[in-house]
Structures are given as C-alpha cells and as structure tokens.
C-alpha cells in the first residue's frame, strides 16, 4: 500500500516536471525501487514531489501548469459555483427574497419578476441554466486536460446559453441586470482561456526521443 | 563556475561525494544516501549540475532482472575541474559525506 502511495506520488511529480524532464521523470521512478528496497519509499516519493513543485515557476511548462490551474480552480470553478448560488436562491439570479424557482415549484411563493405570462419558460430556462452550470463545471477538467477541442465546444456551448439566457430574460420583461454577472464572468474565462491556448502554442514540444522505453 | 555564482553547500558536498570516485557512475538513491541530501534536494540540484555540463547521466542496466534501468551520474571534465578548484572550500567547510 505505501509502495503503491509512493508510487503515486513519484508519478505525480514526473507530471510536474514536464515533458522536457521526462528523462528525469524516469530516474526517480527507477530509483524509487531502490526506496522501497530500504523501506523508506513515501519519503523519497514526498522529496520528489515538493521539488519537482518548487521548480515548476522556473521553466515554461511548469509556470504553463500553474496558470492552467489557477485560471481552473480559481477563476472557472467560482464562475460556476456563482451560477448555482444564484439559480438555488431564485431564478434566474434572482436575489434572496424573492421566491424565484423554489418558489416556483412549490407553488407558494410570491416572485416578484415571474408572473402567470412569463412561468411557463421557467423549466427551459431553468434546464439552460443548469447547462451552464455543467458547462462551467466541465471546462477545468478539459483545460487541465489540455483538450482543446473539447474545451472550444464547451466554450461556444457556455457562451451559447449565455446569450439565449440574456435574450430570453429580456424578451420575458425579467431583469437583466442580473445577466450581467454571468455575462461578464463568461467573457473574462473566454479571454482567459483564448490567452492559454496562445501559450500552450509556443511551449516547446516534447523531447523526441526518450534514452529508454 | 558555470553558472557565474558560488556553488551551494549542497553543491559543494555533491562535487565532494561524485569526485571521490570521479570515474565512477553512481545512482541517486546511493548519492542521497551518501550526501545526506533529500530527494527533493538532490534532484533538482542533479539536473541544474547537468543542464549546467557539470554532471552527465547514463541508463545504466539493472543489477536485479525485472527491475527498471537506472539513471546513473558522474562528474564531466568541467565538473571535475570545478571540484578541484572549490576542494578547498570544501575543507574549509568541513564538507565531506553528511551521515545518511
């Protein structure tokens, strides 16, 4: 089970040094049976990986990785996580106190914006929003992932449902106000995720050969 | 010095334990293990020496069938010089092997 740990851990920093490290990558799992042989295999697995983080700032694929995951975990996530804090309370991004869709399925609530002409579309908009929602929670995994082509579908979808919430929220007299945010937020990940791909384009490719297979 | 800066004490006990046995290859859990270094340590400080053309690395067999080829290391000629010219650093130091 530690050795398993370990060899995890070993694994772990192999991807944080690269693709132009992978030589290096592979001394460290070769001697890592070497740890285990001597008992002290999570040790020499934990020292590999906190080096293997301390220099990620020092080379381009490294400092690539760490925009990466703060533009994931630290942008995209909470743009996500502001959708569903703003779809429990009301819909859609209706403020606390009003009803909105609890109310809505309850059938006792009292919105302030949804009216007997405009509810019918609450399911569609509501299903939208949760699509959304699925959208932005999938986005970090296909950018960590480096999977370009999925992370662009995901990006026209997003902006997709953005646009058909903005319009419909108009076109059911609803505030719109309260697109905004969603709308600005999508706009500062598109940015931040075009401004990626760029990098991700002028990082220097693998090694072509690798000593041993 | 290759990179135009004082080598580092752990650099200094690296040159110390690879010139010892200048010829010979040496495997990193053995250099860790002889210098006192952690892995988080010697590694990185392994692949500046080597970007730096102070240490070269060999696959080299493994001693027990089944087991991956290890990544073996010893001092070029560059790295044996700067040895030389920062042995007595060393001394002064007190830099031999830290105990494992």
Redesign the interface.
Known sequence: MTAAVARAVVALAGSCLGDRRREWALAMQAELEAAIDDGRPLAFAAGCLTGALRGMPAHAEGRFALASHAVALGLIVPIGALLVSGTLPGFPFLPSGHAGMAGWLGGGGHPALLNAANQGAVPALALLVLALVAGHLLMPWFLLDRDWARVAVLARLNAAATATLFLFTGILVLDETYMLLPAAGLAIELCAIAILFRWHGHLPGPPSEIPIS | MASGRRPSKQMLTLLGILSAQAQQWR????L?KETGL???????L??RMTDQGLVE?E?RE?AQPG?????AYRLTAKGLALALATEEERSLLGLTAFPA
Do not use: K, V
């Open positions: 495997h990193g859990y053995d860790m952690l892995s988080g340590t010697l590694y990185p392994l692949m690395a696959w493994p087991r991956p080829a290890r990544h």
